[in-house]
Nanobody, 129 residues
Framework: QVQLVESGGGSVQAGGSLRLSCAVS????????MGWFRQAPGKERGGVAAIDSDGSTTYAESVKGRFTISKDNAKNTLYLQMNSLNSEDTGMYYC???????????????????????WGQGTQVTVSS
């Protein structure tokens, strides 16, 4: 099993920045693809960014140029640096992982929930204008 625990959420004004972290524990060696998703009230959970075992990344169009996904294998931690935040970035942010490599579809069009088996509990991000 793989356990994921997010942290770093909070409230920020539009234009500000936040860095989310996701601590990975359990069978960490088995994780290949990791990603960030978000869900706003009344909306479906959608992909934000993903990173494959070889370090290649993919982003949703809405966050390209503003968000950066990265990982520290030595610390078993996934990060999401979020800059130039706006009100549309408000939502619960979830960390996700899977033992398989990131799918071609995810790497082309952005991460899909169906491609990830393990999920964290989420951390809330609120952006006020």
């Amino acid at each position: 099993q793989v356990q994921l625990v997010e942290s770093g959420g909070g409230s920020v004004q539009a234009g500000g920045s936040l860095r989310l972290s996701c601590a990975v524990s359990g069978y960490t060696y088995s994780v290949s693809c990791m990603g960030w998703f978000r869900q706003a009230p009344g909306k479906e959970r959608g992909g934000v960014a993903a990173i494959d075992s070889d370090g290649s990344t993919t982003y949703a169009e809405s966050v390209k140029g503003r968000f950066t996904i990265s990982k520290d294998n030595a610390k078993n931690t996934l990060y999401l640096q979020m800059n130039s935040l706006n009100s549309e970035d408000t939502g619960m942010y979830y960390c996700a992982a899977d033992r398989r490599r990131c799918s071609i579809v995810s790497m082309t069009w952005g991460p899909r929930t169906a491609d990830f088996r393990y999920w964290g509990q989420g951390t809330q991000v609120t952006v006020s204008s």
